[in-house]
């Protein structure tokens, strides 16, 4: 027992609290404070099984006996928790006095309805303020119970009990199982586990609610943050994935579910916007799915945006299928690309009103393709079809297939145009054999200006006239059979003039002069003018010899050639010009000359260019000229200097300029053969001395042409290695990509593309067009597409002479003759299959064929 007095309230505040859990009995009146005074009350603290005041205690029990208005009051004071196991357990027992009313306040001056009643005290009729028992407390009809309690028999005695669903809370009574919304003081008030009492802010006090992470839905408490695919109640669940928030009730699945909002889509556990439009942003390509076509969704210069398919492409807007080929359903031209020139989207000349893909405007249905028209000679084909009128083929040769003239036509490669073929004569003369006779036997200048045969008709003096008529008479035939073959047409010819004349086939017929009426010699007796002849004669001048005389029609070219310097400037002047439309032979006083001659026109006190020329006198005027070094293979004279690399030699019995040891001729100029790899270099063929670099390219570091690899091989220290660097599908020209090996005929830009022949090919441009054609000096062979030099071509019959192009006479008045001038150089030999070598010599001479087309 504590001798110091206490009071009720205090005992009780001290019980309850957590200053009982661990509190030493003997300072037990040191730790209950004094706070509730209340007259004429004082109380007594009893312990019961002390062992030891010094060690740390705690209360079991806490019995309480309050003696107050004449009454005893038993009751049990609740204790609070504690949950140390090792503390001394003990048991405690109040006794209190109190006053003979609760505290002196009778009933008609007012009771605390709060906790207070009214009361009228034992053996008193009046009546006093009686405080309310508390739960647990003993109560009797003169101490009632307070709110929410009712008294009711325990044991022995009566204590205060909650009522009917309510529950006892830190000894009160408050009603519990509150659903969502009502208002509480405590958590336990509250049903269930998933909820707490919480302060509503609008409301302004505490009610049930929800755990955090969890939300109400009606009258329970439902996990929120839910994502996508999970099962749920309501939508407001469905907060864990952004732009899921719809609880749905998914197909073939009876449970709802979380799932995208309307205007979205799932994609991979995410809900992305759907229906966007072209350009508009996307993270996948199944957002894309809105008017225009534009179904992918792609990086384009890091933004991500709906764009066309791989196979599709914009147009106004909307993204159309590209890339589509003949026949296939179009709506405008630029989806026409899948086939080559099949860019025009059109109505089909059936009827159908359904657009598809069609070719261009100049080409032609070809199977799956379209092809060209309009082809021009030489350009490559597929189909006759493509090569335009009526003188043109397609035909393969060298497995190229070229637009060429078809039979009946030759091939004008000056002009690239087709020409209708000379006609046999009504006495069955073959033109054709005794102009390839013929140009065999001229060899040099067969083809003045690449190839180019100049055609020219002039009279013969009547005496050679009627010499040939006496012949025909004599043979009794109306005129001299030429036969296919160049040798029988050249020797039998030539064997009726013999019989007469008794000189052999190529010796030189100087008397052929001798016999003829005089003529007129100009600057030298050498020239050869042609006056009063019969206009049925054709003049072939060539080197030194007489093969034919026949009769022909009147003129339509003429002009001046010099020969020695190769200007025939003046003589195409005169073809193109109207000069040439019906002139007549004994109008042209100087035809040809002899000797060398002025190159530009230049004399000495003028200056000569020091690279090419050097200045002598002329034999004719009396004056000093620049005149040009010879080429190699022309003739040589103290008059004319060799180039340089090369020298004076003795072949064929004459002098020319031949090329030193080491060099070899190439384009009219020696260079240096057998370089090795990174030598400088002017064509393929002086690339010949080390294996595998026979290619004369452009190095742009250096910036020059030198020898280089060819393709599959890279240059190694000194060799070509197998391998490959670069342009790829090559080989190429490296400074400007441009592809070499190109054959005869086919379209370039530079010289150095056109070595896939003979080498010998440049490029030229032709009427608009630039195409691989043969150097100076060497002659086109549309057969094999191949360049022949001119004295070292061998001959199978096929003609190789080509007119002039058509410009030139399709001014002239209607039936006017077109005719041939073929020139060679004297000096030059030439060897062929029919015709026996000829030997140079000193003079021109004349012959006459009878052509007709």
Known sequence: MTNRKFYYKDVVSFVRSDQSCGFLPSDLPHIIQKHHSVEKESCLVFLTNVTDKSSRSMFIEFDTKYFAFGAKYSFDTKIGACYETSLQKVEGLLICEGPTDVNGTTCDQGCNRGNEVCRSAMGDNQEFCVSERTYKESCDDNLPCSRNLECKASGDKKTCQCKQDYEAIEGRCLKGQLPLGEICEYDSQCMGNLSQCLQDELKGRRVCSCLKGYIA??????????????????????????????????????????????????????????????????????????????????????????????????????????????????????????????????????????????????????????????????????????????????????????????????????????????????????????????????????????????????????????????????????????????????TKNVDQETKKKNFKIFEPTEDVYNEADPVEEIDSQHVYNISNHHPTFILIIYLGYQILDRKFGKSTISGRLILWTYHYQDFTAFVRSEERCGFYPENVSSFIRRGPTVLSGSRCNQGCNRLSEVCRRS???????????????????????????????????????????????????????????????????????????????????????????????????????????????????????????????????????????????????????????????????????????????????????????????????????????????????????????????????????????
């Open 217 to 490: 839905i009606g009258n329970q408490c439902y996990k929120s943050g839910l994502v996508l695919h999970e099962n749920c109640r309501g939508d407001l669940q469905c907060t864990g994935t952004e732009n899921a928030e719809r609880c749905n009730t998914v197909e073939h699945h009876a449970q709802r579910t979380c799932t995208c909002n309307d205007d979205y889509i799932d994609i991979g556990s995410k809900c992305y916007k759907k229906n966007r439009r072209l350009y508009e942003s996307c993270e996948r390509s199944e957002q894309c799915t809105a008017y225009g076509g534009a179904s992918e969704c792609k990086d384009i210069d890091g933004v991500k945006i709906c764009h066309c398919r791989e196979d599709s492409r914009v147009f106004n807007g909307v993204c159309l299928k590209s890339e589509l080929s003949l026949d296939e359903p179009c709506y405008i031209d630029g989806q026409c690309l899948g086939a080559r020139n099949a860019t025009v989207c059109g109505g089909k000349h059936n009827g159908s009103t359904s657009l598809t893909c069609q070719c261009n405007t100049g080409f032609l249905r070809y199977r799956k393709g379209c092809l060209q028209e309009n082809k021009h000679l030489f350009e490559e084909c597929e189909i006759d079809d493509q090569c335009n009128g009526t003188s043109l083929v397609c035909r393969e040769i060298r497995n190229r297939k070229l637009c060429l003239c078809k039979e009946g036509f030759k091939a004008d490669v000056e002009h690239l145009e087709c020409f209708k073929a000379l006609k046999t004569g009504a006495s069955g003369r073959n033109y054709q054999s005794v102009l390839t006779a013929v140009c065999g036997v001229l060899g040099f200048v067969c083809i003045i200006a690449c190839s180019v045969v100049i055609r020219f008709v002039l009279r013969r003096r009547e005496q050679a006239t009627k010499r040939i008529d006496e012949n025909q008479k004599t043979s009794d035939s109306s005129s001299i059979e030429i036969h296919n073959s160049p040798a029988e047409n050249s």
């Open 619 to 853: 034999s004719d005027v009396n004056e000093e000229f620049c005149i040009s070094e010879r080429k190699i293979d022309d003739f040589y004279d103290n008059n004319l200097l060799c180039p340089r690399n090369s020298e004076c030699r003795m072949v064929n019995n004459f002098t020319s300029c031949q090329c030193l040891e080491d060099y070899e001729a190439l384009d009219g100029r020696c260079k240096k053969v057998g370089l090795t790899l990174g030598d400088t270099c002017d064509y393929n063929s002086q690339c010949s001395g080390t294996i595998n670099a026979s290619l004369c390219l452009h190095d742009r570091i250096r910036n020059k042409k030198v020898c280089s690899c060819v393709n599959g091989y890279v240059a190694g220290a000194s060799n070509c290695i197998l391998g490959r660097s670069g342009c790829p599908r090559g080989p190429w020209l490296t400074s400007k990509r441009l592809q070499v090996d190109k054959q005869l005929y086919e379209e370039c830009e530079k010289d150095d593309q056109c070595n896939a022949t003979s080498e010998k090919e440049v490029c030229r441009e032709i009427r608009g067009r630039k195409l691989c054609l043969c150097e100076v000096g060497f002659i086109e062979d549309t057969t094999a597409l191949k360049c022949l030099q001119v004295n070292n071509l061998q001959f199978t019959g096929q003609e190789i002479i080509q007119p002039l192009h058509n410009e030139f006479a399709h001014r002239c008045r209607k039936n006017a003759i077109h005719t041939l001038l073929t020139l060679t150089l004297n000096g030059h030999p030439f060897l062929s299959s029919d015709i026996q070598a000829i030997r140079p010599y000193e003079y021109w001479s004349t012959q006459l064929y009878d052509l007709e087309y």
